[in-house]
């Protein structure tokens, strides 16, 4: 059973209408980002490499509730290979700086939802032919940068989208301040270690506020939906 203890509590929540429910509206040049993550209680975002092991079900109905309300699912290279990434009726970019992904990957294996791969202009030129028409390549010059990915969904229609990470992909995002909303599950696991972080990346400084709009609770597992303070 899925609870909601802040601003209004409730008991047996569906929280697949309450995400729905939430005001996402899209900026004039770029659509609304929401970072989807999960954390151990002290931190870690991944048991043997993937996050997986952290959550449950409710945290899984969390994960999909937000991708089936959003127009486009943004994530790293790395996290596509870690996680096993498969195709989706919700468009997938995937960045890519060096376009290293294994064409045969299972992403890449569905004509009708071919993957967009935003990366450089050095890498589209040399790797880019190797995708042939399993993957949309899109060139953007000599880097990678969150607020030109933007851009370009924005123009391809996309009024929100969900940032799926990793831990690079959240920190470049973060430093460009392209981040209006972070669903948070918080996990009751301790892991240790020395793993890393949500994102990595530029100290920010104290001016990258969020503000807590909603707490939930489910099997020991704390959501917590925060929005960037702007102003």
């Known amino acids: 059973m899925v609870r909601e203890l802040w601003p209004n509590p409730t008991d047996d929540l569906d ?8 005001d996402r509206p899209a900026w004039p040049d770029r659509p ?27 945290d899984h109905e969390r994960f999909v509730a937000a991708r089936r309300r959003a127009d486009g699912i943004v994530v790293g290279a790395g996290t596509v290979s870690a996680e096993d990434y498969r195709p989706s009726a919700v468009p997938i970019a995937v960045l890519s700086r060096s376009l290293s992904l294994d064409p045969a990957h299972r992403l890449f294996g569905d004509p009708e939802h071919r993957p967009l791969l935003f990366t450089t202009h050095a890498a589209a030129t040399i790797h880019g032919p190797r995708f042939g028409e399993r993957a949309e390549i899109v060139d953007l010059g000599e880097t990678v940068e969150p607020a030109e990915v933007l851009a370009e969904l924005r123009r391809r229609g996309m009024r929100s989208v969900v940032l799926e990470g ?36 530029p100290a920010l400084g ?21 929005l960037r303070r702007r102003g």
Do not use: C, K
């Open 32 to 58: 609304w980002v929401t970072m989807v993550m999960i954390s151990s209680l002290d931190g870690g975002v991944a048991v043997d490499g993937v996050s997986g092991g952290l959550g449950g079900p409710a």
């Open 15 to 22: 929280i697949a209408s309450r995400l729905a429910a939430d």
């Open 206 to 226: 104290g001016d990258h506020r969020f503000a807590v709009g909603r707490v939930l609770l489910a099997d020991d597992l704390v959501f917590v939906r925060y």
């Open 166 to 201: 990793g831990p690079t992909i959240n920190g470049q995002f973060l430093a460009a301040d392209v981040v209006d909303e972070i669903l948070l599950t918080i996990s009751p696991l301790a892991l240790g270690g020395d793993g890393p972080r949500l994102s990595v990346g």
